[in-house]
């Protein structure tokens, strides 16, 4: 992770070349120009300085990505390849003409222009305050909370349009790649498919390069992808748009770990461009952000058709039980749903958790059946008669008898999407039932056919995972059942409960989204919970308050960073005294005082991964320390890195949004 001074004799040399050059003992190794000089640095004086092989123009970045890279790696404790990777292009060229066929086949729209609609008020309101932005090319953060159905990606397609007008280029982000086409599908027929350009990781690698190729040659305008396509290569950014903006999606779990909102906001700001965070629950942080003035509010409080918001029944699942109850459907929800059959309205069931069972145990002796890899319970998936692990993807057969005791008294237990599937399709038999999870949807075209068929309403009840629960716009949809509320208020996480009032709130916004209102039902073991009724009461302030106090007080975001610090090793000992350690090392750098802020080190909640072993703490960074701790965390990560021993290694997130 150093600089390396070599010679070129191509005059065109520039920083953002990608180039080959000889590197010794390993042949030649790709590299990316990262500063050009007439004069060799001082301390290579009397050094025998090689020159590039080859410069490869077709796949080198801008000036402005290298700039970036640069602040990734401080910010996100990455490497520079690692940052610059980002914006640099995968695969070869493909049939390009096949390409561009096949984008307009996946929007499902014709090349026909479409006439944009009139506006709502409080979208011209929007508007207004948003032009004198786009036509003075000033940089600005807007947050836009609209709540669901309100006409927001109208108004992303009128900015958009204003944007272009000016001769500029725009990025639109969604969190799924199952938005993708009805968002690509509007924009196209707005724009027209030579205008827009597709970025996200289902397209083939001959595809990814493809449009990398069209959208730095400028022939096209408009990007529409998931969080990568944040680092398209474009040149004169008028407008990045976040569309759902709270999402975790747009943290990346992989090197680098960067988030994706605060790198569109150092692009735009580069560039003079806007930022449009979009959202009907924006996150905590989004909020205070714009409350304390960092960014700009913008509100549209009312449906575009103006229809009520849907109304929301809460089902204690505790009195069903006490009431003879055992089944996943409340009496309540198998009774809308047969009212919204027989109205020929369309359903969506929805379960943060995918798969048939989330574990597998011995009734006899207690066994669990858990990841030989992770340590963690595997999750019966029945179609594939397979245990598999929801992490690292290993599957094994489920044993006849109990492992542990010989017994077969092996079951079941728990409930998710699969096993949801299979019993709406026996309690309801004449409707046809459609699920929509990663295990519906791992091949290319799984999503837009899935939800092709619910869209011409071939599926009457759609089930699925958190891929239904944004962005999706049908209008016969009039009845959303949420299968179990609170799946995610257990997980120990300060974001758990900002987490369960974005998801009920989001797929409660997939019900009456035409002329009727919706009917929304949430089934819960914790009817008393501040996030569960202020999602089914439609009260983003109640909620916002009461967790931005809860936030204050103990130090979590806006009110400083949460930094999680992992320490890795085959050996468990190993691991467990080098985050011991390690922890050393940092109050020694900052004093002892600063173990109030320091959770840990202690065995991570999946303490096993592959063959290494882990160890976790986390960091609370108050805004005034944050310099001085990227400064000493960068030092420490290089020195356990690459010291001579090297029996340890260090992993550094920053606001991660998975604690696990």
Known sequence: DNFFTYACDDDAIRV???????????????????AVGDEPPQNLDGKKIRFV??????????????????????????????AI??????????????????????????????????????????????????EQERYGVF?????????????????????????????????????????????????????????????????????????????????????????????????????EEHETTYKSDMAPKYDTV?????????????????????????????????????????????TPLPKARVVDMRRELEQGNRSIFSSELHARMEIALSERKQIILFLNRRGYSPFISCR?????????????????????????CHFCGKRVPVPEVCPACGSGYLRYFGVGTEKVEELTR????????????????????????ILKDFEKGRTRILIGTQMVAKGLDFANVGLVGIIAADVGLNIPDFRSAERTFQLITQVSGRSGRGTEVGDVVVQTYAPDNYAIIAAVKHRYRAFYDTELMLRRHMKYPPFGDVVQVTVLSEDGIAASEGAEALQEE???????????????????????????YRYRMYIKVRPDRRRAYEKTLAVLKKKMNTGKERNCRMIIDVNPFSLM
């Open 16 to 34: 953002g070349c990608r180039v080959t050059v000889p590197f010794v003992g390993q042949g030649k190794r790709t590299g990316y120009v990262f």
């Open 53 to 82: 092989a080859e410069v490869d123009a077709s796949r080198s970045v801008s000036e402005d990505a290298v700039r970036i890279a640069e602040w990734m790696r401080r910010r996100y404790f990455c490497r520079y390849i690692e």
């Open 85 to 134: 990777s980002c914006f640099a292009p995968a695969g070869a060229a493909s049939n390009r003409k096949k390409k561009r066929q096949s984008a307009l086949e996946a929007s499902g729209v014709s090349e026909a222009s479409v006439l944009p609609p009139e506006l709502t008020q409080e979208q011209t309101i929007a508007l207004a305050r948003v032009t004198p932005y786009v």
């Open 143 to 243: 947050l836009l909370h609209g709540v669901t159905g309100s006409g927001k990606t109208e108004f992303y397609m009128r900015v958009a349009a204003a944007v272009a007008a000016r001769g500029r280029q725009v990025i639109v982000l969604v969190p799924e790649i199952s938005l993708t086409p009805q968002v690509v599908g509007r924009f196209i027929g707005r724009f027209g498919s030579d205008r827009v350009a597709v970025l996200h990781s289902k397209l083939s690698a001959g595809e990814r390069f493809d449009e990398w190729t069209r959208i730095r040659n400028g022939e096209t305008d408009i990007v529409i992808g998931a969080r990568s396509a944040v680092f398209a290569p474009l040149e004169n950014i008028g407008a990045v748009i976040v569309d």
């Open 262 to 306: 605060e790198v569109a906001i150092k692009r735009a700001a580069r560039a003079r461009g806007l930022v449009i965070l979009g959202s009907a629950t924006p996150s905590i942080i989004s909020m205070h952000r714009a409350e304390t003035g960092l960014y700009q509010l913008l509100t549209m409080k009312k449906r575009y058709n103006a």
């Open 364 to 388: 006899k002796c207690g066994y669990v059946m858990r990841c030989a890899e992770c340590d963690i319970s595997m999750t019966y998936h029945k179609q594939e008669e397979r245990a598999i």
């Open 426 to 449: 026996e309690i309801f038999p004449d409707a046809a039932v459609g699920r929509l999870d990663l295990d519906t949807s791992s091949k290319k075209g799984d999503i837009h056919r």
């Open 586 to 612: 940092i109050l020694s750098a900052f004093g002892r005082s600063e173990k109030q802020y320091i959770l840990g080190p202690h065995r991570a909640a999946i303490p096993k991964m592959g063959d290494e």
